[in-house]
């Protein structure tokens, strides 16, 4: 028999009958093939079948391809009478872009069933087929074969670094090297939750001044353009001149009257400007932010946000094993403000070179004398990150309680804003009549 093999593979002859040169095509388009199913995307399949009862079922899945899946449910004692793509909607096709939260309650998921003993591959896919948004299963789709193709999970999330910053991917490396990348991944969980609850409180914070501001122009548009047109009908017949305070107002109202949609485009594209040159320009991030950390109430809010930011990111990636020098790097981008993302840049600088943390914090001129205090004592004890956790607690309670103190103080603001407003135009309305009454006396 081997003699036989021998013989037709010296003629060039596969055992099989094929010619040997066609024999290593086939096998080297199979081996691609293979690779190509490997790689390839995660997509969104509709199903129909029958279980081993006869039962009428159907479904929607995730899977590399169409053979998979009727695999995977033939597995679960599913047998596929239909097996087709999941048809894209006409309006969001590629579903909502994958928020932070997103990847807060993905980390969450990630730790608690790697703590139970779930393999990471296993998690994944879990966590891919059981999310809504098909832009985030499509994610953690393509992370799960990138780590079944032998990457790691640091390797595979860093083919995604706008839902996966700089701070995560370099956690999740130190997690990996040091084999504790569950412990490290509750940790970036709650760094997340914590991250995403103060941001949603700065979010509160800005709303209330941006919603009286927004109520009061509408307001004023609202009686400048239907209301103040039929008093200045009123007032010709008068045949008097107008008090000057009412000439303005009736003044505002021909012009809004008039070019009300041009008011609407100036004012469209001054704002959409002001934000495309905020996005573009370090200059105006800067300026910006410098202006809104002088605003009252907002601005001290916005420096304990940045504070508790700083606190927190730090901390967290000193106690995952990130050098110092790197985890300031890291630790800049995530203050949310660019005046502190500068200045603790400035402090990696002088750390890098000897200075100890807090000098380098008394160096910057931003951070409370409290902060720079109990830095210091946390480096003397060895415990820079358990004293660093102290002060994010801290300031993201202070922030809390700002938070709430201007919701209580806005919400009569507001009434008082608004009135001042509506009663500033009524009184200018009516004082032609209160002349007129006092002349006809």
Known sequence: MYAAL???????????????GEHMSITRSAIKKQAVDRTSQVQSFIWEGTDKRGVKMKGEQSARNVN??????RRQGIIPSLVKTKP????????????????????????????????IVGSLEIIGEGHKNPRMRQMVGRIRTDIEGGSSLYEAISKHPVQFDELYRNLVRAGEGAGVLETVLDTVANYKENIETLKGKIKKALFYPAMVVAVALIVSAILLIFVVPQFEEVFKSFGAELPAFTQMIVNASRLMVSYWWLLLVIMAGGI????????????????????????????????????????????????????????????????????????????????????????????????PHMVIQMTAIGEEAGALDAMLFKVAEYFEQEVNNAVDALSSLLEPLIMVFIGTIVGGMVIGMYLPIFKLGAVVG
């Open 68 to 73: 998979m899946l009727r695999a995977e449910l």
């Open 272 to 367: 959409s400007g002001l934000i495309f040159a905020y996005k573009r320009s370090p200059r105006m991030q800067h300026t910006m932010d410098r202006l809104i950390l002088k605003f009252p109430i907002i601005g001290q809010i916005m420096h304990n946000s940045s504070i508790a930011r700083f606190a927190r990111t730090t901390a967290v990636t000193f106690k995952a094993g990130v050098p110092l020098v790197e985890a300031l790097s890291i630790v800049a981008g995530a203050t949310g403000n660019k005046v502190y993302e500068e200045a603790v840049l400035r402090m990696r600088d002088d750390v890098s070179v000897g200075y100890p943390v807090n000098m380098a914090m008394k160096q910057v001129n931003l951070f």
């Open 6 to 20: 021998k013989r037709a593979n010296i003629h060039g002859v596969a055992a099989w009958g094929w010619p040997m």
């Open 88 to 119: 894209k909607p006409l309006f969001g096709a590629a579903g909502k872009k994958v928020t932070s939260k997103d990847i807060a309650f993905f980390s969450r998921q990630m730790a608690t069933m790697m703590k139970s003993g779930v393999p």
